[in-house]
């Protein structure tokens, strides 16, 4: 199936640090989200991105999708403790009926 | 209260044995779906249904089956012949019959076949 890359696939950081995860896709995507899942928890929805070049901001964390629509990136100002977890970005096309989930980035936060 | 339930949360089979893990939604949404988790690996999509009595193949499908009976309902089937069976199965529902919505997530089944 269509490959969605996410590096890095481990950070480990201070807490009040910033993160960068970073989403790659060979093809152009149609749209993309992000999830979160907590350890031992299930995924929850943070955001959806479709337009060329969109920026979208939810508090400390900023979302980016590409000009090209092959990249996307999830940016958190100032890491917590509460946001440790792992993020994924989701890939849909239902036009070629691919979804599909990158392979995470899980951030440590020390305290 | 709205949500996701997917029963049990820990399921111990041997080997050999067909298993059915349940996934029920009160959402009203149309599109349900059904991902596999390794650890420390990202979700695989296993079947997804966007209406009731249809259902497509993703990128794992063999070793499973999945039935759509009712709306609200989704379960599945992880047959003897998935050869490594053991892991963390994840059901999901978006609203909608496209799949350009939010996934909400019900809380997994830890499947360890013994």
């Known amino acids: 199936g269509q490959q969605v890359m996410q590096i890095p696939q481990y950070q480990h950081v201070q807490e009040g640090e910033d993160f960068t995860t970073y989403c790659n896709s060979s093809?152009?995507?149609?749209?993309i989200q992000w999830y979160k899942q907590r350890p031992g928890g299930h995924p929850v929805f943070l955001i959806q991105?479709?337009?060329?070049?969109e920026v979208k901001k939810q508090k400390r964390l900023t979302f980016q999708f590409g000009e090209a629509k092959k990249n996307s990136s999830l940016h958190i100002t100032a890491t917590q403790t509460t946001d440790v977890g792992t993020y994924f970005c989701f890939r849909l096309d239902t036009g070629r009926r691919a979804l599909t989930f990158g392979s995470g980035t899980r951030l440590q936060v020390q305290p | 209260d709205g949500g996701i339930t997917q029963s049990p949360k820990y399921l111990f089979r041997k080997e050999g044995q067909n298993v059915t893990l349940s996934c029920e939604q009160n959402?009203?949404?149309?599109?349900m779906y059904w991902y596999r988790q390794d650890p420390g690996q990202g979700l695989r999509l296993i079947y997804y249904?966007?209406?009731?009595?249809?259902?497509q193949k993703g990128d794992i499908a063999e070793g499973y089956s999945v039935s759509r009976e009712k709306k609200e309902s989704f379960p599945l089937t992880v047959t003897s012949a998935q050869k490594n069976p053991t892991a963390f199965y994840l059901c999901?529902?978006?609203?909608?019959?496209?799949?350009?919505?939010?996934?909400?997530f019900g809380p997994g089944t830890r499947l360890t076949v013994l």
């Open positions: 959402l009203n949404h149309d599109a």
């Open positions: 249904s966007q209406i009731v009595n249809d259902f």
């Open positions: 999901a529902s978006s609203p909608g019959r496209n799949s350009y919505n939010e996934q909400f």
């Open positions: 093809t152009t995507l149609s749209n």
């Open positions: 991105l479709v337009k060329s070049g």
